[in-house]
T-cell receptor, first 108, second 115 residues
């Protein structure tokens, strides 16, 4: 399957700071998604973004499909942004592979 | 109840037991998914159902047996599991599988421990 690598593995931010999370994938994909898992385990689907740029509030994502990477931007971080951010990539919605995640800790 | 619910939330079972995990969605969705989240491996998509029909089995061992009797309910039947099957099992649903951009809504998960 497709290899998905995320960086950095861990990130500590002060509240209000901005951050960029990266996802590299090993092959061309038609499905690229970002997820957030809060400290209590609840998983939320953030973006479906196989190419281009999308924004949702303080979060935005950009995927450069030709170079096989995607970036998740978090601006003006809040403590509620803490948790693990996962990238998943694959050929379609039936088959996709997750990275190991970036664990974010936003301190007040 | 709203959203996606899963029962039980915690389960301890022996390797010879048979148990079932239940997922129910109250969103009127047509597609449902099972995921496995182990401590030492990335999240894995296990099964995909659309309109009650299984559309994908991502090389999951036969000791895991899914059942989708209708679009609102999804079960994962477990038998003769191994300790390495201990994990958080997550259920999700979406309006329809295969349409690009479909948002998945996740349940809280069942934390399974196999002794």
């Amino acid at each position: 399957g497709i290899q998905v690598e995320q960086s950095p593995p861990d990130l500590i931010l002060q509240e209000g700071a901005n951050s960029t999370l990266r996802c590299n994938f090993s092959d061309s994909v038609n499905n690229l998604q970002w997820f957030h898992q809060n400290p209590w385990g609840q998983l939320i689907n953030l973006f479906y973004i196989p190419s281009g740029t999308k924004q949702n509030g303080r979060l935005s994502a950009t995927t450069v499909a030709t170079e096989r990477y995607s970036l998740l931007y978090i601006s003006s971080s809040q403590t509620t942004d803490s948790g693990v951010y996962f990238c998943a990539a694959g050929p379609n919605f039936n088959k996709f592979y997750f990275g190991s995640g970036t664990k974010l800790n936003v301190k007040p | 109840e709203t959203g996606v619910t899963q029962t039980p939330r915690h389960l301890v079972m022996g390797m010879t037991n048979k148990k079932s995990l239940k997922c129910e969605q109250h969103l009127g969705h047509n597609a449902m998914y099972w995921y496995k989240q182990s401590a030492k491996k990335p999240l894995e998509l296990m099964f995909v159902y659309n309109f009650k029909e299984q559309t994908e089995n991502n090389s999951v061992p036969s000791r895991f047996s899914p059942e989708c009797p209708n679009s609102s309910h999804l079960f994962l039947h477990l038998h003769t599991l191994q300790p390495e099957d201990s994990a958080l099992y997550l259920c999700a649903s979406s309006q329809d599988k295969g349409r690009p951009g479909e948002t998945q809504y996740f349940g809280p998960g069942t934390r399974l421990l196999v002794l």
